[in-house]
């Protein structure tokens, strides 16, 4: 069994910050990429930006220079820090990771549950 967990999201002024976590746990080897989704309503799921095991990330145009993607591969954990948010960037954000799990061949994807980030204007 494997489950991410997202935390960290909330209501915000525009201009603030937040920092969502999403915990990896369970039965797994190896992760390889871990990514960032949003979903406003009425809209498509997006990436907002990913990072591969070796460190690389990249984002969308959108978020490029306010948020950061990084990992703790040592918790099986990555992060967004989000910076400068605007009213725009309210949605449900989601976290995926493709991973490897104890005992299968293969690598699978999973996801998180989302947490809702709302901000003001």
């Known amino acids: 069994q494997v489950q991410l967990v997202e935390s960290g999201g909330g209501l915000v002024q525009a201009g603030g910050s937040l920092r969502l976590s999403c915990a990896a746990s369970?039965?797994?080897?190896?992760?390889?990429?871990m990514r960032w989704y949003c979903q406003a309503p009425g809209k498509q799921r997006e990436l907002v930006a990913a990072?591969?095991?070796?460190?690389?990330?990249n984002y969308a145009d959108s978020v490029q220079g306010r948020f950061t993607i990084s990992r703790d591969n040592a918790k099986n954990t990555v992060y967004l820090q989000m910076n400068s948010l605007k009213p725009e960037d309210t949605a449900v954000y989601y976290c995926?990771?493709?991973?490897?799990?104890?005992?299968?061949?293969?690598?699978?994807?999973?996801w998180g549950q989302g947490t809702q980030v709302t901000v003001s204007s």
């Open positions: 995926n990771a493709d991973l490897s799990r104890i005992g299968r061949s293969g690598t699978f994807r999973y």
């Open positions: 369970g039965s797994i080897s190896s992760i390889e990429a």
């Open positions: 990072i591969a095991s070796t460190g690389i990330t």
